[in-house]
């Protein structure tokens, strides 16, 4: 829970530092219990095949209470590209092909974008993930979404893995 807890302080602290002083006022959920759980790995499991594929996917509502009364994100920030942030590099050890989304050239290859669907009213990524690289996997359970444009996101959303407990997701590809 400690590590969790510290992970959840360094994306504020991430966030905040991207804007010069008094210019970030966005929106970030500020309850620890508050989080939800709207990314997914599927399938879950402890053993997989080299070869296997699993699919992770982030879908956020546009309206949504994440921060206390109903807010429509896209109406308000004028984004229709929110910025997904994930902490761990196993994407470059593995093939992935993404089927909503997109990810972000260059040095800040953990930024992914989810863009806004406009017949469902979310902001939506996921991504196939064939795992070609055998041994042991242990992946942060969180993940940031930020959205808003300018330096400074108008809403900051961290969000956990559905039906995972813990800091991290463990499993392990064999041959």
């Known amino acids: ?33 508050d989080i939800p759980r709207i990314a997914s790995l599927t399938p879950l ?9 699993i699919n992770f996917s982030v ?21 229709s590209l929110a910025s ?6 196993y994407f470059e050890v593995n093939t992935y092909n993404f089927i909503k989304g997109s990810q972000q050239e260059g040095p800040f290859s953990e930024v992914f974008f989810m863009p806004y669907n406009a017949d469902t009213q979310n902001y939506e990524f996921e991504m196939e993930i ?6 042991d996997y242990s992946i942060p359970s969180q ?9 400074c996101p108008d ?10 407990e813990g800091n991290v997701i463990d499993f392990r590809v064999v041959e």
């Open 1 to 33: 829970m400690r590590i969790l807890l510290l992970l959840f302080i360094a994306g504020r602290l991430l966030f905040m530092t991207q804007c010069d002083k008094g210019e970030c006022i966005g929106q970030s959920i500020l309850d620890f219990n």
């Open 45 to 53: 499991d402890t053993i997989f095949t080299q070869g296997s594929i």
């Open 59 to 79: 879908t956020v509502p546009s309206t949504n209470t994440y921060f206390g009364d109903p807010v429509n994100m896209l109406e308000e920030s004028g984004d």
């Open 84 to 89: 997904l942030v994930l902490y761990n590099d």
């Open 130 to 135: 064939t795992l070609d690289q055998v041994g």
């Open 143 to 151: 993940a940031d979404i930020e959205i808003g444009l300018g330096d």
């Open 155 to 164: 809403f900051f959303v961290t969000t956990f893995f559905e039906g995972v």
